[in-house]
């Protein structure tokens, strides 16, 4: 489990495709995050929980699989470019963002930015089967950033679209700093939002039967 609060940013050095396995093998450079990581660990990369199969110095080795390459922005990963990194919450350490679970749940496009001077006003858009899970003043995952939504477009827009406010800190230190209009980010919505939903249908489901 992730929090979503960014540790530091890395840097992709590789991006080694291998058709015949319909997956590719990431090397990364993420300084400062490699201490105490065994190989098996996890390590979330611009939100996307990843599992560590090669680790020297700072630079780490991770499989991706074709799942993760068609429904995140990794696939679209090239050498040179910074990442966001989180490392998995220890037991017992502070939730500061959300119940980030590293699972993304699909891609979002920055349709809009607008600097405000004190924080800048980010619009994406989003799938219109997620966007059911967003709600005003709820939390995201963007990139593996813990943001809160400020305002969402009405249920009976056809485009759904979703907006956040970032703060000069997050630009600085996170990836979003680097983003333009146009560009792909990994979109996570709040789990708990899915969990009320299946739990709903359950029972409504019982209720018919």
């Known amino acids: 489990m992730f929090t979503g609060i960014i540790s530091g940013m890395g840097r992709i050095e590789s991006v080694?495709?291998?058709?015949?396995?319909?997956?590719?093998?990431?090397?990364?450079?993420?300084?400062?995050?490699?201490?105490?990581?065994?190989?098996?660990?996890?390590?979330?990369?611009?939100?996307?929980?990843?599992?560590a199969t090669s680790i020297h110095g700072d630079s780490l080795s991770l499989d991706v699989m074709g799942e993760t390459l068609r429904?995140?922005?990794?696939?679209?990963?090239k050498a040179g470019e910074p990442i966001n990194l989180e490392r998995c919450v220890q037991a017992g350490g502070r939730l500061d963002g959300h119940v980030?679970?590293?699972h993304v749940d699909g891609v979002g496009t920055l349709i809009e930015h607008e600097s405000l001077g004190a924080w800048?006003?980010?619009r994406f858009s989003i799938p219109y089967?997620?966007?059911?899970?967003?709600?005003?003043?709820?939390?995201?995952?963007?990139?593996?950033?813990?943001l809160t939504v400020t305002e969402v477009s009405d249920a009976t827009e056809?485009?759904?679209w979703?907006?956040?406010?970032?703060?000069?800190?997050?630009?600085?230190?996170?990836?979003?700093?680097?983003?333009?209009?146009?560009?792909?980010?990994?979109?996570?919505?709040?789990?708990?939002?899915?969990?009320?939903?299946?739990l709903v249908?359950?029972?409504?489901?019982?209720?018919?039967?």
Do not use: W
């Open 129 to 146: 089967d997620l966007a059911k899970y967003v709600a005003k003043k709820g939390s995201i995952a963007i990139d593996g950033i813990s």
């Open 162 to 198: 979703f907006e956040v406010g970032i703060i000069p800190t997050t630009l600085r230190e996170t990836t979003l700093g680097q983003r333009t209009v146009g560009s792909h980010v990994n979109l996570e919505v709040d789990v708990m939002a899915k969990y009320a939903e299946r």
């Open 16 to 51: 080694d495709p291998s058709p015949e396995t319909d997956s590719v093998v990431l090397q990364i450079n993420a300084p400062k995050h490699t201490e105490s990581l065994g190989l098996g660990g996890s390590i979330a990369i611009n939100g996307v929980c990843l599992t």
């Open 120 to 122: 800048d006003r980010f």
């Open 71 to 77: 429904y995140t922005t990794i696939g679209e990963l």
């Open 158 to 160: 056809k485009d759904q």
């Open 201 to 209: 249908a359950f029972n409504t489901s019982k209720e018919v039967q």
């Open 100 to 102: 980030v679970q590293g």
